[in-house]
């Protein structure tokens, strides 16, 4: 049972805003992989756990290093496990240096969208214990 629906509701908003980033961002750049093009893909990658961050620390303040700790984890360990399902899924295009890297970038956006709605879910879980703090 949900103890606190502010928090995993307002963790569970910032992530979504981040995922609608990360994928307008993706779709603004589509195939163009040109040097200057291709910083803003970090964005697809940053933008999802940097706003689930940033919920995190709107909704519960004093849990500012568990937030930097998972959000830190999510952002650091996504591009590897997308990375992995792009190769099971089409080796073909993970052998490629350049390209557009479908899979990679909707696998990325995918385990975004179901990790940060975990976290949130999993905040929710958890009883606020300074109520008086925010």
């Keep these: 049972m949900l103890r ?5 509701l307002t963790i569970a ?14 779709n603004i750049v589509g195939d163009n992989r040109t040097p200057t093009m291709l910083r803003w893909l970090a964005l697809v990658i940053l933008a999802t756990p940097l706003t689930t961050f940033v919920g ?9 290093r568990l937030a930097l700790a998972s959000c830190g984890a999510f952002y650091f360990f996504t591009p590897f496990i997308a990375a992995r399902i792009e ?15 479908t899979v990679y970038f ?3 956006l995918i385990l975004h969208a179901i990790g940060g709605l ?3 879910w999993w905040r ?7 109520l008086t703090s925010v």
């Design 87 to 101: 190769t099971i899924l089409a080796p073909e295009a993970a052998a490629q240096t350049v390209g557009p890297h």
């Design 4 to 8: 606190d629906i502010r928090a995993m």
């Design 124 to 130: 929710g879980q958890a009883k606020d214990t300074n």
């Design 106 to 108: 909707t696998s990325v």
């Design 56 to 64: 995190w620390i709107v909704a519960r303040r004093s849990e500012w």
């Design 118 to 120: 975990a976290l949130a």
């Design 13 to 26: 908003i910032a992530a979504l805003l981040g995922l609608a980033i990360a994928i307008a961002t993706y």
